[in-house]
């Protein structure tokens, strides 16, 4: 997928995104505050993750009800694996982390703190 395309792609996800992930990124935006501005729909290589923080290496995805489908898990590792490949860090979290703002927030900011201390 070229760079445009990959553009496009992203801006049709966040126009079209589920209501847990427009909440989590009400939530993950205020992380700019802590000097952790974070991307929606960043596109990376040849994938389109939910969130990513782009300073710290880090992708937060949310798995909504799609990922419950069989053979979704596979192809969550292997993209997973691809983009660990490139050096990045996955936080995959339930959707329902949307909902709740500070258990985000806190889960998010934890994962910063253990990627600091390695």
Do not use: N, P
């Given at each position: 997928m070229r760079d445009g395309q990959k553009i496009k792609l992203?801006?049709?996800?966040r126009q079209t995104a589920p209501?847990?992930?427009?909440r989590a990124w009400e939530t993950?935006?205020?992380l700019?505050?802590?000097g952790l501005p974070v991307r929606r729909q960043h596109p990376i290589d040849r994938y389109?993750?939910?969130f990513a923080i782009v300073s710290k290496k880090l992708v937060i995805e949310l798995d909504g009800a799609a990922h419950s489908i069989p053979g979704r898990?596979?192809?969550d590792a292997e993209r997973e694996k691809a983009i660990a490949a490139l050096g990045w860090r996955v936080l995959r979290l339930p959707a329902k982390f949307g909902e709740a703002p500070d258990a985000l927030a806190a889960r998010v900011l934890e994962e910063v703190r253990r990627q600091s201390e390695a």
């Open positions: 992203a801006r049709r996800l209501k847990s992930e427009q993950l935006r205020r700019r505050k802590f389109v993750v939910d898990a596979e192809l």
